[in-house]
């Protein structure tokens, strides 16, 4: 990757642009997710998984134990496997069943572990673990695919390839707890070298981990009915993944760490200004992986071009504004001109073009294309994702007017917005005390508006800034907090957020037109969907590691270009 030198640190795209909760919604999986990470590490690693324990009957009940050996230190899913009646499941965290329960533990693994584990998982909120437990987990079987899987593997034949297609997945997450919940290990405790230690590495690794029981499960079942059962081919292995659906509870996160989210969106953006810097030839190596790329891209999203769920970009759209930019690509390729004219930074020139004419989505998939096409530069940016957890101390000694000139520079997109329209305050965020969920109120109508937490930042700020009006300039923040203490955390917030201009979502999000799906979907591509099915604008659906290498492969340190799965072909109907 060639960067000019009078180029080398170009300028990232403004806040305005990106930060809009549709902005966001925009953005697709990348090089940077952390599912991407997490398979780029046990590769690496080589990590090997193995099934010391097996105990199910036929319908799949029962107890099943993985050992993972990492090379640093062994960890293990124990799992209490069910058969849930259809009418008692749900997609909700909340529920007190669950076709599959798991606790992660690491280091030496012995009876009485599973033992105790399997006293504490009915007691759901209330369950405790020993030391060595890092986290639960729960799962359901997919509704649409796990009978029609093992129907057709008891039959002896593959399940259909468009019953996959359609969902994607055998098993379905429900959810991870740790991080001290349940007296579970605590994240920030970790040492460096540990293997779940940077950051999500412990719920991507309980995702894989189920992903690879849902295969073992089908089989096992369909064994059950018939002994001469086909066994579930591994290329339709690796285009299944791991189901997923979320709500609103995607919204408070992404608000409540604006630290993270700033350098998950800086590291990705320095990357998009890397590869506009960049000064590709018609016969580089780069030239042709991104044209390989946009043409995989428009196959991947064409096998669902006919879909619409009237929220987001329809694959359509999708898939004819990167055959535009593939027919700029391959002038490129073919005689170093885009649009006609020879750029001295071709793909500056694309992106310039895409960025006037082709959606929003569109041009964020084309990002994340550019950022695959210099894998190199993006694993070294990527080490700036291990954000320590930011202390939140207030300056007391900071002026009043000092601390007004920081929201004017900062939030002026807070004063931009009209916050006195009607509806511009309809809704209000709280958490369900039953069950600690966070949920979405109407303002004056449902109970539990006096516990709001502070997730409407343009109205704290627009609030805050009217408190220090009323107080001298020369005055200090120490100050303003004494007599008014209920404002600590927005001066926290303000203070600690100097300097990091990808941390705020710029919208209002209690605003009776807010669309939470568009959060929801931002924090899904960050850890690393790549397709999406919203149910309504509060609940989204997608799935995980669609395409990852299986345990075969990252044992053998095999971890392949599996972006973009297509939908396989099968030579026979049988094993």
């Known amino acids: 990757m060639t960067v000019e030198p009078e180029t080398a640190a170009p300028a990232l795209r403004p806040a305005e642009r990106v930060m809009s909760p549709a902005g966001l919604s925009a953005y697709k999986a990348c090089r940077f ?51 849930v009646p259809p009418h008692e499941t749900s997609e909700r965290i909340i529920a007190m069943r669950y076709d599959g329960v798991a606790l992660v533990t690491q280091g030496p693994l012995d009876a009485e572990t599973i033992e105790t584990a399997r006293r504490e998982e009915p007691k759901f909120i209330l369950s405790r673990s020993g030391p060595q437990a890092i986290g639960w987990t729960r799962c359901n079987r997919g509704q649409r695919s796990f009978a029609a899987i093992v129907d057709a593997l008891a ?32 994240f920030p405790a970790f040492p460096p070298h540990h293997p779940l230690s940077t950051p999500y590495m412990a719920e991507i690794f309980t995702l894989y981990l189920w992903r690879h029981f849902g295969f073992d499960l089908v089989e096992h ?25 979320s709500g609103l509870g995607m919204v408070p996160f992404i608000i409540n760490h604006p630290h993270w989210i700033d350098a ?26 991104l044209l390989a790329l946009v043409d995989r891209c428009i196959a991947f999203f064409g096998e669902e071009a006919d879909r619409d769920d009237g929220l987001f970009t329809p694959p359509a759209r999708v898939v004819a504004d990167l055959a535009a930019a593939r027919g700029l690509i391959a002038e490129f390729a073919a005689g170093g001109t885009i649009a006609g004219r020879r750029p001295d930074h071709a793909w500056a020139a694309l992106d310039d073009w895409a960025t006037a004419q082709v959606d929003r989505e569109s041009l964020e998939q084309l990002h994340a294309l550019l950022i695959e096409t210099y894998p190199e530069e993006a694993d070294r940016l990527a080490r700036r994702l291990v954000v320590a957890a930011p202390r939140h101390d207030v300056d007391p000694a900071m002026s009043v007017g000092a601390l007004r000139a920081l929201l004017r520079r900062d939030y002026g997109w807070a004063f931009a917005l009209d916050l006195d329209r009607p509806g511009a305050r309809h809704f209000f965020w709280y958490y369900s005390e039953e069950n600690e969920e966070p949920r979405i109120g109407v303002r004056g109508t449902d109970p539990g508006e006096a516990f709001e937490p502070l997730v409407d930042i343009p109205f704290a700020v627009r609030d805050l800034d009217r408190a220090l009006s009323a107080l001298p300039d020369r005055a200090t923040v120490a100050e303003l907090l004494i007599g008014q203490p209920d404002r600590r955390a927005i001066v926290e917030r303000v203070q600690s957020l100097q300097g990091h201009a990808y941390g705020e979502v710029r919208g209002n999000v209690i605003a009776a037109d807010f669309q939470p799906c568009h959060i929801i979907r931002f924090a899904l591509s960050l850890l690393g969907v790549e397709k999406f099915e919203p149910v309504s604008s509060k609940w989204v659906r997608g799935t995980f590691l669609q395409g990852a290498p299986l345990a075969a492969d990252v044992a053998a340190g095999r971890e392949d270009d599996w972006l973009y799965p297509l939908r396989p072909t099968l030579d026979h109907a049988a094993e």
Not at 55 to 71: F, K, S
Not at 227 to 235: C, E, I, K, S, T
Not at 267 to 280: C, D, F, G, H, N
């Open 33 to 83: 997710s952390f599912v991407r990470g997490f398979i780029r590490r046990i590769c690496a690693e080589r990590w090997q998984i193995e099934r010391p324990r097996f105990d199910l009957d036929e319908a799949g009940r029962g107890t099943a134990v993985y050992r993972v050996v990492t090379g640093e230190r062994d960890l293990n899913f124990i799992i209490f496997s069910d058969v």
């Open 155 to 186: 039959a002896g034949r593959q399940p259909e390839i468009e019953l996959l297609a359609r969902t994607g997945h055998i098993l379905r997450n429900n959810g991870f707890w740790g991080n001290g919940r349940h007296g579970t290990a605590v």
């Open 221 to 245: 079942v369909a064994q059950a009915r018939n002994p001469a059962a086909a066994r579930l081919d591994p290329r339709l292995q690796r285009y299944l993944g791991m189901g997923n659906a």
């Open 264 to 289: 998950w969106i800086g590291v990705r953006e320095t990357a998009i200004a890397a590869a506009r810097a960049t000064r590709p030839r018609p016969g580089d190596p780069a030239t042709a992986r």
